[in-house]
């Protein structure tokens, strides 16, 4: 959400509700609320005019009432876009990382010392990337109540370099399933309906290089068979959240696990005509309607590679994307060709999957000894 969708609170007259669990919410002329996230018990103050995942009630002549985009002074259809303006994900991430900020005693607004007392706290606990999102995410809720972003203060900053100098910015990248350790998965799947379900999604994750929130967001509508294999439209990912949308083309396969085959088998089994390609499936083996999750298709890359006699703590469902870049590589794919299937923009998106590989392109070394 853009601040100049909500007037800026105004600077003499901002008030702190200790009953608010994360954002201690602005307060503008007529004693409404400007701005609240993740508030959790009820508020005395009048209409709140933007509320994200609020849990208490407004007090509004003697009324109990949940503050939604209802009570924002827009029109019907400008309350939908700026609904629209934050992805369910990002959402859910600024939940998440401010209440644990909030879970330390802290609020918000927040000065340019708590927030470096903060960052020094977690500094040993948690990763540099994960701080830097936490920190991404308490200066959005500064912004979004029209306040002074501390995020951006010196002393924030300089705690940041010392982080990343004392700790290093390295991060564990999920380890890349390749073909033939893919392959080794696959043989040991039977004909069970989580079986079925489950070779479909590893066969198709893999060929398409999707991200595991693409791969279960498929509808039948998206896949149009032809002679030539399947293709597959993926309407919004990661990196086009105004959903342009791009196709990627899945030929049949050529060995003894073709992902179009998989995918036709799954949804002969399931019967799925239309809706949700890859839904849950129950401990009695029963289907039901409701859409796999992206965590739940990250647990079945880890549950059915540790079948396969492999650490599931190297796998995630990113193993996939990574497994198809470096085995394209491998084989001789160009960059282009890759980035078609992947959706890179750039080289650039490709240089954490091929660096490895690269090393041993035309060493230096190997001309000396």
């Avoid at 000065?111 to 990337?129: D, F, K, R, T």
């Avoid at 010196?154 to 350790?181: K, M, T, Y």
């Avoid at 290089?209 to 919004?236: H, N, P, Q, W, Y």
Wanted: proline share 3%; charged share 25%.
């Amino acid at each position: 959400m853009s601040s100049d969708l909500i007037a800026s609170a105004r600077e003499n007259d901002r008030s702190l509700n200790s009953d608010h669990d994360v954002c201690r919410s602005g307060k503008v002329g007529g004693g409404k609320i400007e701005f609240a996230i993740n508030c959790k018990s009820a508020c005395g103050y009048v209409e709140p005019r933007f509320a994200i995942d609020c849990k208490f009630a407004v007090e509004t002549q003697g009324r109990q009432e949940q503050p939604s985009l209802d009570a924002i002074s827009l029109s019907a259809n400008a309350r939908a876009l700026v609904a629209h303006s934050l992805s369910e994900n990002t959402r859910k991430g600024y939940k998440v990382d401010l209440d644990h900020y909030a879970s330390t005693g802290r609020a918000i607004p927040s000065s340019p010392e708590m927030i470096a007392e903060y960052l020094a706290e977690c500094a040993g606990i948690y990763a540099v990337a994960t701080l830097q999102r936490r920190l991404a995410a308490i200066s959005k809720a500064h912004r979004a109540i029209g306040a002074d972003d501390p995020c951006r203060s010196e002393i924030v900053q300089a705690v940041v370099r010392g982080v990343r100098r004392s700790r290093g910015v390295a991060q564990r990248q999920a380890q890349a399933l390749l073909r033939d350790d893919l392959f080794a998965v696959l043989d040991r799947l039977g004909d069970r309906p989580k079986d079925i379900r489950d070779r479909a999604l590893l066969l198709l994750g893999w060929a398409t290089a999707m991200r595991r929130s693409e791969l279960v967001a498929l509808d039948v509508e998206d896949v149009e068979f032809t002679t030539k294999g399947a293709l597959v439209r993926i309407r919004r990912s990661k990196t086009d959240q105004e959903a342009r949308g791009r196709e990627v083309a899945v030929p049949f396969g050529r060995t003894r696990h073709c992902p179009v085959t998989a995918l036709k088998e799954w949804l002969a089994f399931a019967e799925i005509e239309t809706g949700a390609i890859f839904v849950t499936v129950n401990k009695h083996s029963h289907l039901l309607q409701s859409r796999m999750s992206g965590e739940a298709a990250s647990n079945v890359v880890k549950v059915r590679v540790a079948d396969a006699g492999y650490d599931p703590a190297a796998f995630s469902g990113h193993s996939l994307r990574a497994g198809f870049v470096t085995a394209a590589a491998l084989a001789g794919a160009s960059t282009y060709k890759i980035r078609e299937t992947t959706g890179h923009r750039s080289e650039s998106g490709l240089a954490p999957y091929l660096r490895t590989i690269n090393l041993f392109d035309d060493a230096a070394v190997a001309r000396l000894l």
